[in-house]
């Protein structure tokens, strides 16, 4: 059964990878736009103040949503302007695998764009990392509050896609889902970063994280076949 899901949803994602390889349309639209706000803010601010510095965690997460919104909407803008969305439903391959491949491509997206913005930003602004135990830590939020906000933004731009509006339908209807995510992801990369508060606080909210892309990931296997009848 998991053999029967995983393959098709390979080839899927390898599919949208290897397309935007040869186009890198969305990647570049995506690192322009985390590249602009990372030098917006390091502008608008004193990168030296330590008071500034309490805006890493959230601007690390504004870079994650709004750049991850302009993957989101071209997921299925292929399939839908070549009619191909009506050659995946018609294959004999679960709809739970569509889903699972056009969420790693998309999520392999969104890591691409934070290995690259990230650091960028760290650098920018003369940050650092408490040890490398907050590093880990970090790098699990991040993992895992991407992985949640993909989930459901993945399941949306399904739903959305056959819209005229599909870029401002998007945006509206996933932002009220993903705040969970996005305010338990915030206040975790603070923790981490700022180091205010204990580990304790930390897993609690990685917890919250972790139930939310478990009830949102196996809601997206459950409904994609209803979505794409849409």
């Known amino acids: 059964m998991l053999r029967t899901l995983l393959k098709p949803a390979l080839v899927i994602a390898w599919k949208d990878l290897s397309m935007e390889w040869r186009t890198k349309q969305t990647l570049s639209a995506m690192l322009i736009f985390s590249g602009l706000v990372i030098v917006t803010f390091s502008f608008a601010f004193d990168p030296s103040n330590q008071a500034v510095q309490a805006l890493v ?4 997460w504004v870079m994650t949503i709004f750049s991850g919104v302009i993957g989101l909407n071209r997921s299925f803008m292929a399939e ?3 009619d191909n969305i009506h050659g995946l439903m018609a294959a004999p391959v679960d709809p739970a695998s569509i ?5 790693l491509a998309n999520f392999v997206f969104v890591l691409i764009v934070q290995l690259i913005s990230i ?5 920018l602004f003369d ?12 790098l699990i939020i991040i993992f895992l509050g991407t992985f949640g906000f993909i989930a459901v933004g993945t399941l949306l731009a399904a739903l959305v896609a056959h819209a005229t509006s599909s870029e401002i339908l998007l945006p509206v ?18 923790i981490v970063l700022i180091g205010q508060e204990g ?4 897993l609690s909210w990685l ?4 139930a939310y892309d478990v009830i949102f990931f196996a809601a997206g296997f459950l409904l994609f076949d209803y979505v794409l009848e849409v």
Not at 127 to 138: I, P
Not at 199 to 202: A, E, G, I, S, W
Not at 207 to 210: D, F, G, N, V
């Open 57 to 60: 965690p959230g601007m690390i």
């Open 80 to 82: 839908q302007q070549h």
């Open 99 to 103: 889903y699972l491949g056009k969420c």
């Open 119 to 123: 650091p960028l930003l760290f650098i």
């Open 127 to 138: 940050f650092h990392v408490v040890d490398y135990m907050g590093l880990g830590y970090l």
């Open 173 to 190: 209807l996933l932002f009220p889902l993903v705040m969970p995510v996005v305010i338990a992801g915030v206040q975790a990369t603070r």
């Open 199 to 202: 580990t304790q606080d930390v």
């Open 207 to 210: 917890q919250l994280i972790a």
